[in-house]
T-cell receptor
Framework: DAKTTQPNSMESNEEEPVHLPCNHS???????IHWYRQLPSQGPEYVIH???SNVNNRMASLAIAEDRKSSTLILHRATLRDAAVYYC?????????????????FGKGTHLIIQP | NAGVTQTPKFRILKIGQSMTLQCTQD?????MYWYRQDPGMGLKLIYY???????DKGEVPNGYNVSRSTTEDFPLRLELAAPSQTSVYFC????????????FGQGTRLTVV
């Protein structure tokens, strides 16, 4: 299984940038790096994903290391509504029963705390 | 668009009872998933389906069953509820491919007493 390592928690101040790190040293060449976040009492929601190049969207930016063994999710200006658990996931082929399928394997994620 | 809809939102079951958690999506996604999330933990995959008529086990399938008779619906069945199945259950869907976005439902909070 391709796995990711994230800090358990991080704290930041409102309206400041936040950099959430993720290590994925066993990533394979075809694995996409996905980020999801889960607000309290809600289902996970998609944030961003990428393969090799840095990516930007309206929610965040994703910076991917040249060797692809790590990545960083960047929230440019955190708000209180960004307080959530952020999951870094490698979208890869599931092999639980040999059938295989594209899947998302969640770790524990990073609990992001935003201080007003 | 409704996206992924799960019912019920909350349920309390007695040990040994059975129930079906419903999940439906209106995005014509071929891939659907069931996850469970225990307090303070990440999501664990129970079952998944790559299309109508095709299902497969995930990481924690014991005590559950699924079916996929249509593209839209992917119900999860608990036959003999146990306290260890107390959890929040999430259904998700996406188009085939490692570079596609997954959409999640709002979850079903199940308590087995």
């Amino acid at each position: 299984d391709a796995k990711t390592t994230q800090p358990n928690s991080m704290e930041s101040n409102e309206e400041e940038p936040v950099h959430l790190p993720c290590n994925h040293s066993t990533i394979s060449g075809t694995d996409y790096i996905h980020w999801y976040r889960q607000l309290p009492s809600q289902g996970p929601e998609y944030v961003i994903h990428g393969l090799t190049s840095n990516v930007n969207n309206r929610m965040a930016s994703l910076a991917i290391a040249e060797d692809r063994k790590s990545s960083t999710l960047i929230l440019h200006r955190a708000t209180l509504r960004d307080a959530a658990v952020y999951y870094c996931i490698l979208s890869t082929n599931l092999m639980y029963s040999g059938g295989g399928a594209d899947g998302l394997t969640f770790g524990k994620g990073t609990h992001l705390i935003i201080q007003p | 668009n409704a996206g992924v809809t799960q019912t019920p939102k909350f349920r309390i079951l007695k040990i040994g009872q059975s129930m079906t958690l419903q999940c439906t999506q209106d995005m014509n996604h071929n891939y659907m998933y069931w996850y469970r999330q225990d307090p303070g933990m990440g999501l664990k995959l129970i079952y998944y389906s790559v299309g109508a008529g095709i299902t497969d086990k995930g990481e924690v399938p014991n005590g559950y069953n699924v079916s996929r008779s249509t593209t839209e619906d992917f119900p999860l069945r608990l036959e003999l509820a146990a306290p260890s199945q107390t959890s929040v259950y999430f259904c998700a869907s996406r188009l085939q491919g490692v570079n596609t976005e997954a959409f999640f439902g709002q979850g079903t909070r199940l308590t087995v007493v």
